[in-house]
């Protein structure tokens, strides 16, 4: 039976296949990216401007005194802020002004939305996340965001079965 | 936008299929132990019992594949696995948790291969297996596949 956990350093940083892989990583370039910022950082960047505008989308439906299921969607809330703080954790020291990598920068902020609205929304995010996972080159943002995903998955999940 | 990454190396291409291996190790002994959890759980959760246990079955055989594609040797399953002595309900509800845990990590592992085929198949497992989990009444996790579903 296998039961052995790999430790969160030899997942991240010291698994085989990422050991492997590694030589391959890093930035590959693009005419359209700012030539100091890799396509993993962008893309990173973008998944974390993603997570900033669904924690901002809990917190207006929470502030707004009309969810359905208040203690449900703090707790779903503190997952995204608890994604965040590690997706922020993976980006480079920068000196300078930050990159802004925002698919939609200068829009609103998001709105209150209904059960139904946010659950279309963690769906969006989900499959933002599995599609992120093919196009990352390295191979520990890979894995981050492939369970990041399988979390999104979760919210889904419970926001379907939550009784108003 | 960044390309699709390739397995390019003899090195890279061993540590993929490793990991493959582990994950169809791992779907060998969920398959084992669902059969045996749900000859003895109750009825209320037999059928969910034998819905994840085809799950499995299906991922194992999608895994199998994968590997024959690559000209391994797929691992077949063990002879004896470490089962739980207590088979009451909540004993078992824990049993097939830990069994969905185990395979969480070991598509977490396989989520770091080059190859963009085989990172999407991680991650929908990867998925499936976090709603398996729900299903069994289990809270989720907030970063499942790591030891322990955090970071």
């Excluded at chain 1, 370039?29 to 900033?52: C, F, H, M, N, Q």
Aim: negative net charge; contains cysteine; hydrophobic residues 40%.
């Amino acid at each position: 039976m296998r039961h052995q956990a790999p430790s969160r350093r030899t997942v991240l940083a010291g698994g085989a296949l990422a050991a492997a892989v590694f030589g391959v990583s890093g930035c590959r370039g693009s005419d359209w990216y700012p030539s100091e910022v890799t396509p993993d950082e962008y893309l990173l960047r973008s998944a974390i401007a993603e997570k900033e505008r669904l924690v901002a989308r809990y917190t207006a439906t929470l502030d707004s005194g009309t969810a359905e299921d208040p203690a449900l969607y703090e707790e779903l809330r503190g997952h995204h802020e608890r994604h965040l703080a590690v997706l922020r954790e993976r980006l480079p020291e920068r000196d300078g002004a930050e990159p802004q990598a925002s698919a939609s920068p200068g829009a609103p902020p998001p709105a209150a939305v209904d059960r139904a609205g946010l659950r279309v929304a963690e769906e969006a995010a989900a499959a933002n996340r599995l599609r992120q996972l093919g196009e990352v080159t390295d191979p520990a943002l890979a894995q981050l965001l492939a369970s990041v995903g399988a979390c999104e998955a979760g919210h889904v999940h419970l926001l379907s079965e939550a009784q108003p | 936008m960044t390309g699709t990454p390739d397995p390019t190396t003899t090195e890279e291409a061993d540590a993929a299929t490793a990991a493959l291996r582990d994950a169809l190790l791992a779907e060998h002994a969920a398959v084992h132990g669902y059969g045996f959890a749900a000859a003895r759980i109750g009825a209320e959760l037999r059928d969910l019992c034998l819905s994840h246990l085809e799950e499995h079955r299906a991922w194992r055989d999608t895994l199998h594949d994968a590997l024959v594609a690559r000209e391994a040797v797929p691992p077949g399953g063990e002879d004896a696995y470490q089962l739980p002595a207590d088979t009451a309900g909540e004993a078992l509800r824990d049993f097939a948790a830990g069994l969905e845990e185990t395979t969480a990590q070991a598509y977490l592992e396989l989520a770091a291969a080059p190859d963009s085929g085989l990172r999407d198949l991680a991650g929908r497992a990867l998925r499936e297996t976090t709603l398996r989990v729900l299903a069994l009444g289990g809270r989720l996790s907030v970063f499942p596949g790591f030891p322990g579903g955090e970071l």
